[in-house]
C-alpha cells in the first residue's frame, strides 16, 4: 500500500526546485528556489498546484531528491507570502 503525506494543521506541502548559485567568491552552491509548487495543502486560500512564494525559515524537509533537483519540505500557511495567480 503507497504511502501519502497529508499536512496536519494549517500547514503547506511544497515541491521546491533546486538551483545553482555564486557566492561573492565565485564558488558555486545550492540552494532553494523561492518559488515552489504546493503539492497539498489544509489552507483555503492555498491550492493544490499553486506557484508561491514562501519563507524557508522554519519549514522542515520531507524528501530530498537531488538527483532530480528538488526537495519537498512542509511549512506553516502564515509563511506562505504570495501566490501566482
Known amino acids: 500500500m503507497p504511502?501519502?503525506?497529508?499536512p496536519?494543521?494549517?500547514r503547506v506541502l511544497l515541491k521546491i526546485k533546486l538551483v545553482e548559485k555564486k557566492?561573492?567568491?565565485g564558488q558555486k552552491?545550492?540552494?532553494?528556489?523561492?518559488?515552489?509548487?504546493?503539492l497539498?495543502?489544509?489552507n483555503k486560500d492555498i491550492k493544490?498546484?499553486?506557484t508561491v512564494y514562501y519563507n524557508p525559515r522554519g519549514c522542515i524537509?520531507?524528501?530530498t531528491m537531488k538527483g532530480k533537483g528538488?526537495?519537498?519540505l512542509i511549512i506553516d500557511a502564515q509563511d506562505v507570502y504570495g501566490l501566482w495567480s
Do not use: M
Request: aromatic residues 6%; hydrophobic residues 40%; charged residues 40%.
Open 48 to 50: 493544490k498546484g499553486a
Open 23 to 25: 557566492n561573492a567568491d
Open 40 to 42: 497539498e495543502s489544509n
Open 70 to 72: 528538488f526537495v519537498v
Open 3 to 6: 504511502k501519502t503525506l497529508k
Open 29 to 38: 552552491f545550492t540552494d532553494l528556489d523561492r518559488e515552489a509548487k504546493v
Open 8 to 10: 496536519v494543521g494549517d
Open 61 to 63: 524537509q520531507i524528501e
